[in-house]
């Protein structure tokens, strides 16, 4: 069959001009789809995902033709891709070009398609990803799963049934995305000459830096591992596309604080617009939102850090609150007169000035691990220090100033072979590493949202519930009392009798989108990237003559400390910013560890998996300029 009607005479909705309108025969829709059919089964279908024209795509498949409209789908990038996408077309990379998550998936309601929050996915059938990516199809129940709350019963993007098949530890499986690798990387860096200041190669089994002169070609099976594509990434960032001072925006501050996402940002958003109420004490529907979204976060936090309950999860404002709260609770009751805290010289303030009050309260003494010349835990030193007296050993993870990853788990089961007991600061180390707090057994661990992609003034303490359930609460009011009277008052159980006051509800489900979207491009992925990249950094600075990098650790996160001779560290970053380069110049909240390599200051450029090779040569080529304009 053939239409008569020149589609030059057609109007974008299909209708024929006012002064043809009676010549043409009615429209036949069904031939029309009829046709489209034919003609793009013809056609190649890679030419988009869906076989459809990239001109023609907001037609929908041929066999949408003719129906009404739809609301346009969110656009959703790569770090909304996780558990409970919707089969998609597949790109050659086998990654979805869109996807629906749960709490972005539009329903009915009164006629009108809106998004629903994550506190409704229960309600809405979960339909997983194929078995080849390692998840199982589940459907959602018929009714909210059992809850400690009055309302729906919490719900979130991770089932919180048992019987469900939820991804173990390794819950993201390494996925082909495009360029660049570790292979294009350690081509990169064979053309890079060692600069006569470059440090002699360490030795061992370090994670960042002995392996760097191994050939490519020789590769255990673990180290076979699929290329990252830092582009897509990147587009995930709307803040990456700015420009400053002319020139695009090179974020090499992360270790001060991380960009967001846009699922972070829409998810913040959505929040205000749909679920904005106090939580807990309401017979309304927007407190059922809100709580429903707050414990979900409070459950994706759980499952990130692999503590065995909600109950051990605390919400706070950020890793410095983290430790106050430790201090000020547990520190309170259980350090006295003569005890001693054990901190390392690599601790951030954070770490060391709430000890430091607990200790001049109470009449106890503050012990310092000291590090060597490479900025590394002299472990034989940290075992003179523990004894009979050693009531709490608090170290970092990962060091903000040099970048050095600190053998904790060595140095928790230290502190309870003697007795003590361990907290340790994840600030630094949450977002380029797998933590698992049950096996590092630490009592306590803090970190960061902003430093994990999410918002600021989010924070979380996690403790072991028996641990949790003896600590008295710091701070007094509401949300966290179970009955007061004049006479006495009861507190809940925790998390909730640490968590007086309003919470920062937002930012707590902004920090629960940061970290489903961590996931879902997976920690091991990210951990690879960065370690190529930090490598490839750390060779090109080499090269620049008068730089003296500081932090020299085997095993490092991706933290760049240096200081450049001739030149203040401010300068340093004014001509770095000047191309449009942010990283950190000055102390870094550190100043112990700085002064231990005869510094009040450095330049810090510190890398997240959003940062590319192109940009590394962008600093490198800046720094180098500026050594040689004074020669």
């Not at 960009?259 to 004490?281: C, M, T």
């Not at 690599?346 to 000035?353: G, Q, R, S």
């Not at 359930?469 to 009277?485: H, R």
């Not at 979207?517 to 950094?537: C, F, K, S």
Request: glycine share 8%; proline share 7%.
């Amino acid at each position: 069959m053939t239409i008569q009607t020149p589609t030059s005479e057609l109007n974008p909705l299909g209708d024929v001009s006012g002064a043809q309108a009676a010549a043409v025969p009615p429209l036949d829709v069904a031939a029309l789809s009829s046709l489209a059919n034919q003609f793009f089964a013809t056609l190649p279908t890679s030419i988009v995902p869906g076989g459809l024209p990239a001109g023609l795509s907001h037609l929908g498949g041929p066999s949408q033709l003719g129906t009404p409209p739809q609301p346009p789908e969110p656009v959703l990038a790569l770090g909304a891709r996780g558990p409970a996408l919707a089969p998609a077309a597949q790109t050659q990379t086998g990654v979805p070009e869109k996807a629906a998550d749960s709490a972005q998936a539009p329903r009915a309601r009164e006629g009108i398609a809106q998004n629903v929050p994550e506190a409704y996915a229960a309600a809405l059938p979960v339909v997983g990803v194929p078995e080849a990516r390692g998840y199982v199809t589940e459907h959602a129940p018929a009714t909210p799963p059992s809850s400690p709350y009055y309302f729906l019963g919490e719900s979130s993007s991770y089932p919180a049934s048992s019987d469900v098949n939820v991804p173990g530890e390794d819950r993201v499986l390494a996925r082909s995305f495009g360029l660049p690798g570790e292979d294009e990387l350690r081509a990169l860096l064979t053309d890079i000459p060692a600069g006569k200041n470059a440090p002699a190669k360490e030795q061992g089994n370090g994670f960042y830096f002995t392996d760097l002169n191994r050939p490519a070609n020789e590769k255990s099976g673990s180290d076979v591992r699929p290329p990252f594509d830092v582009s897509t990434v990147r587009r995930d960032f709307p803040i990456l596309q700015e420009r400053v001072n002319g020139k695009p925006l090179v974020w090499f501050d992360n270790a001060a604080t991380t960009q967001k996402p846009q699922a972070v940002i829409d998810r913040l958003a959505y929040f205000y617009a749909h679920e904005n109420s106090n939580i807990h004490r309401a017979a309304h529907e927007l407190a059922a939102r809100a709580t429903d979204a707050y414990e979900a976060a409070r459950d994706k936090v759980r499952r990130f850090l692999g503590a065995s309950s909600t109950e051990e999860i605390i919400f706070v404002r950020g890793a410095t609150e983290a430790i106050n709260l430790v201090a000020k609770t547990w520190g309170v009751q259980n350090i006295g007169e003569g005890d001693e805290i054990v901190v390392s010289n690599l601790e951030h303030h954070a770490n060391i000035v709430p000890w430091q009050q607990l200790a001049a309260e109470k009449g106890a003494r503050l012990r310092v691990i000291p590090v060597d010349d490479s900025g590394q835990i002299l472990l034989e030193e940290y075992r003179k220090l523990l004894n009979d007296k050693t009531r709490i050993v608090s170290i970092t993870q990962v060091s903000n100033a040099l970048g050095t990853v600190t053998p904790v788990k060595e140095i928790v089961a230290l502190a309870h072979a003697a007795g003590a007991k361990a907290l340790v600061d994840g600030a630094q180390s949450v977002s380029h590493m797998r933590v698992n707090v049950q096996a590092l057994d630490a009592d306590f661990f803090v970190f960061s949202g902003h430093k994990i992609f999410g918002p600021t003034g989010i924070g979380v303490v996690y403790g072991k519930r028996d641990i949790l359930e003896n600590t008295q609460p710091w701070q007094g009011g509401g949300n966290m009392i179970a009955d007061v009277t004049f006479e006495r008052t009861l507190y809940q159980a925790p998390p909730n009798r640490f968590e007086a006051g309003t919470g920062n509800i937002a930012d707590a489900v902004g920090l629960g989108a940061a970290l489903d979207y961590v996931e879902r491009i997976g920690l091991e992925n990210i951990a690879r990237y960065e370690h190529d990249l930090l490598a490839y950094a750390t060779q090109g600075l080499r090269t620049i003559p008068g730089l003296r990098l500081i932090g020299t650790a085997a095993e490092k996160a991706s933290v760049l400390s240096f200081v450049l001779q001739g030149f203040t560290t401010v300068e340093v970053g004014q001509a770095l910013n000047r191309e449009g380069i942010a990283v950190r110049a000055g102390h870094h909240c550190a100043q112990p560890i700085l002064r231990r390599f005869g510094l009040e200051a450095t330049v810090r450029p510190s890398l997240a998996f959003y940062n590319t090779c192109e940009e590394v040569d962008r600093l490198v080529s800046v720094v180098h300029r500026l050594a040689t304009s004074r020669r």
